[in-house]
């Protein structure tokens, strides 16, 4: 399918892909492959940006844009008679930054129309972090699971005058949005995993972080199953 959409870059490229209901993990490379074939019709609109961190750069915004030309990379490479295009897609234009900036990083992702919940739950525990000083906080290795690492903000609180700031960068308009990512922390590593995996729905989510621990696991796994059924009924 992402060679289909990079090999047809016009509106009528989707036609002719059926009746399928891409999964979660097929949504995602089908978006990368469509970006793909923008910016190959199109040109690169916006670098991404880069900053230095111990000798090297690391990357701050821009993932699907840089994933995007991975795979132009690889996909126009002059076989199967295909152009080779290898030299086209061999580096990125990128912007150098000081230093990465995590609220540059929110305001990219709110443009993002699929950004999960699970992912604005990591979102709003970095910028809270960040609020209440990072060098205060364990790295991501000191943790035996990355929601664990993420849950360090649970109990913290936002600084006087930051309200508008994080209501702003999260995109939202009310703290009662805000506290639903918070407990969001509060899920079980497996439903977490899980439901990043699925990208289930925001409201799904926070009833099962309200459910004591082994009622939200019974309930996370009935939800498992019917996307198992669904699945398996549209492929046949």
């Known amino acids: 399918l992402g060679a289909y959409l990079l090999e047809h870059e016009t509106e009528r490229s989707h036609e002719g892909i059926g009746a399928h209901t891409p999964g979660p993990v097929e949504q995602s490379l089908l978006t ?40 132009l990379h690889a996909w126009f ?12 897609w061999a580096k990125i234009p990128a912007r150098r930054v000081d230093t990465v900036d995590v609220w540059r990083q929110a305001s990219e992702n709110n443009a993002r129309a699929d950004l999960n919940a699970i992912s604005k739950a990591r979102q709003w525990a970095v910028l809270m972090m960040d609020l209440n000083g990072r060098e205060n906080f364990k790295p991501l290795t000191a943790f035996a699971s990355e929601r664990a690492y993420y849950a360090q903000a649970v109990d913290l609180r936002v ?23 918070r407990a969001l922390l509060k899920l079980p590593d497996v439903i977490w995993t899980g439901a990043d995996d699925l990208n289930l729905p925001e409201e799904q989510l926070y009833a099962l972080a309200r459910l004591p621990e082994n009622e939200a696991l019974r309930r996370f796994e009935q939800i498992v199953a019917a996307q198992n059924n669904s699945t398996s009924s549209r492929k046949s």
């Open 32 to 71: 990368v492959a469509t970006l793909a074939a923008s910016i190959r019709r199109d040109g690169l609109m916006n670098p991404i940006t880069v900053a230095p961190v111990s000798g090297q750069y690391r990357l701050e915004t821009g993932e699907r844009r840089w994933l995007a030309y991975h795979l």
């Open 77 to 88: 490479d002059g076989s199967d008679d295909r152009p080779d295009e290898r030299k086209d």
């Open 159 to 181: 600084p006087y005058g930051k309200g508008e700031q994080l209501l702003g960068a999260m995109g939202v308009a009310s703290r009662s949005a805000l506290a639903r990512y």
